[in-house]
């Protein structure tokens, strides 16, 4: 009896039980990374700031950087950490961080390697499926940084569908 049930799990761990699957998933393009992460450049020089601007796709993998003339390094650094984390968490990092201070649960996110909880990331959104994220930083805050991620997500919302 125990060889029959032996057999019986076998069978169906071998055969129908279990079958593999494949998962598609769409993702943001090159050049569609390219665009944004110039838009958002050019939304926060209009305003007379130097920022760069990272897109990354689903995954959190970087598909476009730019870093305006004159814009600090450490901008490059910042806009990445902000795209990953946006990717990561498929949430906008103004609200992980406002999160992250109000939720004793949500305060450990500063600790996770290679997020940044403060604004300017952006998640990338074609329909309701998150296809990557923008991250903005060298703004005087995350606020303006966000804006102007969000500025270039409406100049390309066309690109996104």
Do not use: W
């Not at 076998?10 to 110039?38: F, N, P």
């Not at 901008?75 to 984390?85: I, P, Q, V, W």
């Not at 600790?111 to 990338?124: K, R």
Request: charged letters at 15%.
């Amino acid at each position: 009896m125990m060889r029959q049930a032996l057999l019986a799990a076998t069978a169906l761990l071998m055969g129908g039980g279990a079958q593999a699957q494949l998962i598609q998933e769409r993702t943001v393009s090159l050049a569609a990374a390219q665009a944004l992460a110039l838009a958002a450049v050019e939304a926060c020089a209009a305003r007379n700031f130097n920022v760069a601007a990272t897109v990354v796709d689903r995954a959190g993998v970087v598909r476009a950087m730019l870093r305006a003339d004159r814009a600090g390094p450490h901008t490059l650094g910042a806009s990445r950490k902000k795209a990953y984390t946006s990717a990561s968490a498929r949430n906008a990092t103004s609200a992980m961080a406002q999160a992250a201070e109000t939720n004793p649960g949500a305060r450990n996110l500063v600790h996770i390697p290679g997020f940044l909880l403060l604004g300017g990331g952006v998640p990338i959104r074609a329909g309701d499926e998150v296809v990557g994220a923008i991250g903005v930083g060298g703004a005087p805050s995350g606020q303006i940084d966000e804006e102007c991620a969000n500025a270039a997500l409406e100049k390309h919302r066309d690109m996104l569908r």
